[in-house]
């Protein structure tokens, strides 16, 4: 019986534990910096994590929301199609085993592009209703615009690194 105890005592403090490193929170606007999965080189990315107010309706006096908003500029990165068949980098966030949203990402026009290759792709989502947790992970995916088919990861991070 004293073990039983022992073991309950020992469950509860665990799943209290567990709960807590899912719910920290930190301060908004933050930002994280989006690492490669596997050896690009120079490819890196920054997320910009923010609350925003949004009306709900174009109309001037129309009540405002309060969201959360990710936005993510990716630098560096290789043509698509040099990973397979893929056309396009979409911005992915998921809450794991809860919930995820897919944004597009699109190349931005250089007046002076490297010539050594490389190009500067970025997108936002800001319809996020959800307060954001530490293990919420970030990331620039490979996409096939034609089939809607989302690829392997290519830059990541989580916000548990995520600073003002």
Known sequence: MILFK???VL???FLLHAGTIQAQTFTYPCSIV???VRDIPNARGAALITKVKKPYTDLPMSPVRERQ????YADWMPLPSSFGEYDRYEGFAQ???EISWRFKMYPVKEDAPS???GTPWAGKFDE???ELPANTQVQVRLSDSKTQRLGPAVLQNTLSGCRS
């Open 115 to 117: 010539w050594f290759g």
């Open 34 to 36: 989006l690492h490669p």
């Open 69 to 72: 908003s990710v936005g993510i």
């Open 95 to 97: 809450i794991p085993g």
């Open 128 to 130: 996020i209703s959800l």
């Open 6 to 8: 022992r073991l309950t």
């Open 11 to 13: 469950l509860i403090i």
